[in-house]
């Protein structure tokens, strides 16, 4: 081969040049030979030896740790076509992810220590399903058949005794108290509801469930604990046990 300057050498791009054919000169400084290495052999060794980090454009690849050196600058995952980007182990430990419907197509559960979701829906979800809890809303809108009130399993049932002033016990926020069997009377007579449940700031709602008589219902000394039930008929006196319901409206005066 003819002597030539390096300036005279054919030029290789990326495209062109070959890993396997095209070889680099390298000057052995522990000898007076000068040897080649392609360059496959050249990145293979750099590997081998181990590469401590790795600079490519505005990424750099160093240790555990993918790092944009621009300043602010975004890192990009971007599959093609129909591709994914899968992630078997994720750990966020700070930001948002927005606009992103989560279990989309396949719904599945989640678990969050925290949540706010601020002007959105959720739709289609029991919340504390398995395990209730308790929650606070600014403001709670209901649509549909559904109502709002307490679930299955929330209320409980007691029988009066003795007389129509003998006080019961029921530790719910709802339920029915049965009157004892008497004969009903316009006159007013009262009977003590011992419930925990109760706070004095709460609102108690009692209506009559069963019953020939019609009665006037009132709630009163509504304490921490219990309240008061006072009722009489409109005029009848049939012999029965009337039920009345009850359910306790959480609330506070500040």
């Not at 590997?47 to 160093?62: M, P, R, S, T, Y």
């Not at 591709?83 to 599945?108: F, H, L, W």
């Not at 069997?181 to 449940?197: C, D, E, H, L, R």
Request: net charge negative.
């Amino acid at each position: 081969m003819a002597d030539k300057k390096i300036t005279d050498f054919t030029s290789l791009t990326e495209a062109t040049i070959s890993a396997a054919n095209d070889v680099l000169v390298i000057v052995d400084a522990t000898g007076p030979e000068t040897k080649k290495a392609t360059v496959s052999a050249i990145v293979g060794a750099g590997l081998l030896a181990g590469v401590g980090e790795a600079h490519i454009d505005n990424i750099e690849i160093n240790g555990n740790a993918i790092v944009s050196t621009d300043t602010n600058g975004n890192i990009d995952l971007t599959p093609n076509g129909s591709g994914e980007v899968n992630i078997s182990k994720v750990d966020i430990d700070s930001g948002a992810i927005d606009n992103t419907v989560i279990g989309g197509s396949t719904p599945a559960a989640a678990t969050f220590s925290t949540a706010d979701i601020n002007g959105g829906t959720i739709d289609g979800a029991t919340i504390g399903g398995s395990t209730a809890g308790a929650g606070t809303f600014t403001s709670a809108v209901v649509n549909g058949l559904g109502g709002l009130g307490y679930a299955t399993g929330s209320g409980g049932t007691v029988t009066q005794a003795t007389s129509r002033t003998t006080g019961v016990t029921l530790d719910k926020t709802n339920g029915a108290i049965e009157l004892v069997s008497a004969a009903g009377t316009t006159s007013w007579q009262t009977f003590t509801v011992t419930n925990s449940t109760v706070a004095a700031t709460d609102t108690v709602i009692v209506s009559q469930k069963l019953g020939t008589d019609l009665n006037m219902i009132h709630v009163t000394a509504v304490a921490a604990g219990s309240f008061n039930i006072s009722f009489a008929t409109t005029g009848g006196t049939t012999t029965e046990q009337p039920v009345f319901n009850f359910a306790v409206i959480k609330a506070v005066t500040a």
